[in-house]
């Protein structure tokens, strides 16, 4: 296989394809069984010494994988190239098959050697041997096209390492770079674990809209759309919230969704408009009880993907070993560097940000402030596991009041790595407080705060038939997965994430 440039190696597979059609045969066969795997060879023979396998060669079951090929190697009448099916590689082996040799037959192997380039998807069928380098390698019996691959794979040794063709072409990503395809099985398994961890604690798993007529939930700006059979507008969902605390009134005690969400705002390594939350609500539980079971939760999720509660993230140690730090905003805000006098104090609060050049946008109360400056000074610091409580009630217009300090909130958010990965609190269920922080929100959107909540009429009448008192947390599962696979973009644990259309259309 000569190495040619690209559109040269394009227009000569087009012509294999044409020239396959031209026989009466199609290039994009659909009758193959495929009973076996890389993976399954691997297990029973990989241990195997080449002594054993030689033994074995002649009562050894015939193996049929199918998969992409890799690379091509031919060394005069013989030929190695690598397969690379869901669960791995493995070598095979073609050679012309002769009195007392296996193989395939020489007219056959000519025409494989011509049809075949890397990038295609075959079906070999042979049994395994070790070659001298001690490589297991399937003897090839048969060797049939399944479907060509029209243009060149990336350079083998480099794969494809364009980060942004990685994130448009995630299909040629998964295909060439095997870690990139390990990041999103173990999503797969972070999701599986987080399922079965409260389905065992008595959790029902329900959907909520994904269309609502009122974007709430959050304070987040939404995507808008329009029914045209009602002609009305909708908006695709902010958060779950307030659907899921409406089944809480409904006798649902424990309740969890793994929804998809959506906000119109900016894209960075942390934000993707469209991304994927945990919900879950629990009836007679307060945020102290989340917390316990947030710590549970992830760090034994750490030693079933991780094997371990002590995971490394972009070179740094975490230890997710239970109890993690708690601390207060109060205490971060101090520990930044502000005096006592000024955390209490809108004004300097204010004098304080402007100082430090900090956007103000929305940011008009005390607690507003406070938070601004909490997460551009203390956030980033956060990198072990920390609960950080006693939030202003200001930024935390649907959680309880805190007994103690009204102007506090029941509240926690975890921080890993300088970034929030959960929001909890105690749920308020006085309808009659609910119902004057919403009408403050519509006043602040009203004044130009876009991202504020707006008035829900039918949520505040479910408060009024009684909700239990309860807790509820969201943890994003896009951050928790970067976490436990060393991913510095949420664009790498995301499959396709959101990107600017280029000129090619994709």
């Given at each position: 296989m000569?190495?040619?440039?690209v559109g040269d190696?394009t227009a000569?597979?087009?012509?294999k394809?044409?020239?396959c059609?031209?026989a ?11 009973p ?13 010494t080449?002594e054993e396998?030689e033994a074995a060669l002649?009562?050894?079951p015939e193996?049929?994988v199918a998969g992409?090929v890799?690379?091509?190697?031919s ?5 190695f190239?690598?397969?690379?099916d ?8 073609l050679?012309p ?5 296996a ?8 025409e ?6 890397i990038g295609d ?7 395994p041997?070790?070659?001298?380098t001690?490589e ?9 096209p399944?479907?060509?691959c029209?243009h060149?794979?990336?350079e083998?040794?480099?794969g494809?390492?364009?980060?942004e ?6 299909y040629?990503?998964l295909?060439v ?8 099985e173990?999503r797969?398994r ?7 961890f409260l389905d065992a604690?008595g959790?029902?798993?329900v959907?909520t809209p994904?269309?609502?007529?009122i ?11 329009h ?8 908006y695709m969902r902010?958060a779950p919230?307030?659907y899921l ?5 409904g ?14 705002e900016?894209?960075s390594?942390?934000h993707?408009p469209?991304f ?8 007679y539980?307060?945020y ?9 939760m992830i ?5 079933e ?11 740094t140690?975490i230890?997710l ?8 905003v ?10 006592p006098s000024?955390?209490d ?7 304080a940000a402007?100082e430090?050049?900090i ?7 005390a ?5 601004a400056?909490f997460e551009h000074h ?13 939030f202003p ?6 959680s309880?009041?805190?007994d ?5 909130a ?7 790595t300088g ?5 909890a609190f ?14 403050a929100?519509?006043e602040a959107?009203?004044?130009g705060?876009?991202?504020a909540?707006p008035y ?5 009448r ?8 309860a807790?509820?947390e ?6 928790l ?8 973009s ?7 994430p959101?990107?600017?259309t ?5």
């Amino acid at each position: 296989m000569a190495e040619t440039n690209v559109g040269d190696q394009t227009a000569q597979r087009t012509a294999k394809v044409q020239a396959c059609r031209s026989a009466g045969k199609n290039p994009y066969p659909n009758a193959f069984s495929v009973p076996h795997c890389a993976a399954e060879i691997r297990r029973l023979w990989g241990e195997k010494t080449r002594e054993e396998l030689e033994a074995a060669l002649a009562k050894a079951p015939e193996y049929v994988v199918a998969g992409r090929v890799m690379s091509w190697r031919s060394f005069g009448k013989v030929t190695f190239f690598d397969l690379r099916d869901s669960t791995g590689t493995i070598q095979a082996f073609l050679q012309p098959a002769g009195p007392g040799k296996a193989g395939i037959e020489p007219e056959r192997l000519s025409e494989i050697k011509k049809a075949f380039d890397i990038g295609d998807i075959v079906r070999v069928a042979g049994a395994p041997f070790k070659t001298k380098t001690g490589e297991l390698t399937l003897l090839c019996t048969s060797a049939d096209p399944v479907t060509k691959c029209l243009h060149p794979l990336p350079e083998k040794w480099h794969g494809l390492t364009d980060v942004e063709l990685r994130y448009r072409q995630r299909y040629l990503d998964l295909a060439v770079n095997p870690e990139s395809k390990a990041v999103f099985e173990k999503r797969s398994r972070i999701i599986r674990f987080v399922r079965a961890f409260l389905d065992a604690r008595g959790y029902v798993e329900v959907e909520t809209p994904m269309m609502q007529p009122i974007a709430t939930g959050a304070n987040a700006r939404p995507f808008v759309t329009h029914h045209n059979a009602l002609d009305m507008d909708l908006y695709m969902r902010i958060a779950p919230e307030l659907y899921l605390k409406r089944l809480l009134v409904g006798g649902f005690d424990r309740v969890y969704e793994l929804n998809r969400s959506f906000r119109n705002e900016g894209i960075s390594t942390q934000h993707n408009p469209e991304f994927t939350m945990l919900e879950f609500y629990q009836a007679y539980a307060t945020y102290e009880d989340l917390m316990a079971l947030t710590e549970e939760m992830i760090s034994t999720l750490a030693i079933e993907v991780c094997a371990s509660t002590r995971v490394t993230w972009q070179g740094t140690e975490i230890d997710l070993t239970p109890p993690w730090r708690r601390m207060t905003v109060r205490e971060g805000l101090l520990e930044a560097g502000l005096t006592p006098s000024q955390v209490d104090d809108a004004a300097a609060l204010r004098t304080a940000a402007l100082e430090r050049g900090i956007d103000l946008s929305g940011a008009e109360r005390a607690g507003h402030l406070q938070m601004a400056l909490f997460e551009h000074h203390f956030e980033p610091l956060l990198v072990q596991p920390t609960f950080v409580t006693d939030f202003p009630l200001d930024v935390s217009p649907l959680s309880r009041k805190k007994d103690s300090d009204p102007s506090l909130a029941d509240r926690f958010e975890l921080y890993i790595t300088g970034r929030e990965i959960a929001n909890a609190f105690s749920e308020l269920n006085d309808p009659a407080d609910q119902r004057s922080r919403f009408e403050a929100q519509a006043e602040a959107k009203a004044r130009g705060y876009d991202e504020a909540m707006p008035y829900d009429a039918d949520y505040i009448r479910a408060l009024e038939f009684g909700m239990p008192p309860a807790a509820g947390e969201g943890i994003g599962i896009d951050r928790l997965t970067m976490l436990l696979t060393d991913s510095p973009s949420i664009r790498d644990v995301i499959l396709f994430p959101l990107l600017k259309t280029d000129t090619q259309g994709t």
